[in-house]
């Protein structure tokens, strides 16, 4: 199953399209990430939350990505 750029939990849909992977994570929110440049790497836990709440923040204001 796949897991999450950010967190490595489960995600609950993932989807890859031709430059990006859409990733819909119950515990980060809607991303998409480029499946040219990968993913930024997460190396502490501090990362974690400040990019996970970041994404919470881009779909509150209505950031999500397009289907």
Same mark, same amino acid.
């Given at each position: 199953m796949p897991v999450c750029a950010i967190c490595d !939990?489960? +995600? /609950?849909e993932y989807e890859v399209q031709e *430059? *990006? /992977?859409k990733? !819909?994570?119950p515990r980060?929110? #809607?991303y998409e990430a480029s499946t %040219? #440049?990968?993913w930024l790497p997460v190396e502490t836990s501090q990362h974690r +939350?400040? *990019?996970s709440g970041w994404v919470h923040e881009q779909n509150a204001?209505? %950031?999500v990505? !397009?289907?």
């Open positions: !939990s489960d +995600v /609950t *430059l *990006l /992977t990733f !819909s994570c980060c929110g #809607n %040219e #440049n990968g +939350v400040r *990019l204001a209505g %950031e990505p !397009s289907e």
